[in-house]
């Protein structure tokens, strides 16, 4: 899903309707593979295939109680998996986007490399290729 306009905006959309009192939207960020979930104006949950769903305890309220069972289901089990306090939610967004980084600049390293690899494959072949066309020529 992208944006019909692409202005490196992230993909926003209400993933809970029960009106215009409670706003419920998550953004997906497509260069970074980040989704980000709001209640309100308050990051509730992010997803990132590094970390998979990582949903943060309620201590709001009882809409934002339902704007999180709506990410993640609201199961016994999800409500365990989330995370209780503010700072070990921001570590693991913290770290997430910094192996996100590490994994941008290896994938690019690994790209450099095959180009180059591949540049210096073509210059061989045109240096064999002069070559043998010298050794013909009788030189």
């Known amino acids: 899903m992208k944006n019909t306009i692409d202005y ?22 497509e260069n970074s593979g ?9 990051l509730v949950a992010f997803e990132h295939t590094l970390s998979g769903l990582v949903v943060r305890e309620n201590v709001w309220g009882v809409t934002t109680g339902k704007h999180l069972n709506a990410i993640d289901g609201g199961s016994v089990d999800a409500k365990i998996e989330r995370v209780t306090y503010y700072e070990d939610f921001k570590k693991k967004l913290e770290e997430t986007q910094s192996k996100s980084r590490e ?7 690994l790209l450099k490399e095959l180009k180059d ?3 210096r494959n073509e ?16 030189h």
């Not at 490196?8 to 960020?29: E, T």
């Not at 980040?34 to 308050?42: Q, R």
């Not at 994994?103 to 390293?109: D, F, P």
Request: proline content about 4%.
């Open 117 to 119: 690899k591949e540049t």
């Open 34 to 42: 980040f989704t980000y979930f709001y209640s309100y104006n308050t």
């Open 123 to 138: 210059r061989l072949a045109e240096r064999i290729k002069l070559n043998s066309g010298y050794s013909k020529a009788g």
């Open 103 to 109: 994994t941008t600049v290896k994938v690019a390293e």
């Open 8 to 29: 490196d905006l992230p993909y926003k959309w209400n993933y809970y309707k029960q009106g215009s009192n409670s706003p419920a939207v998550a953004f997906r960020d």
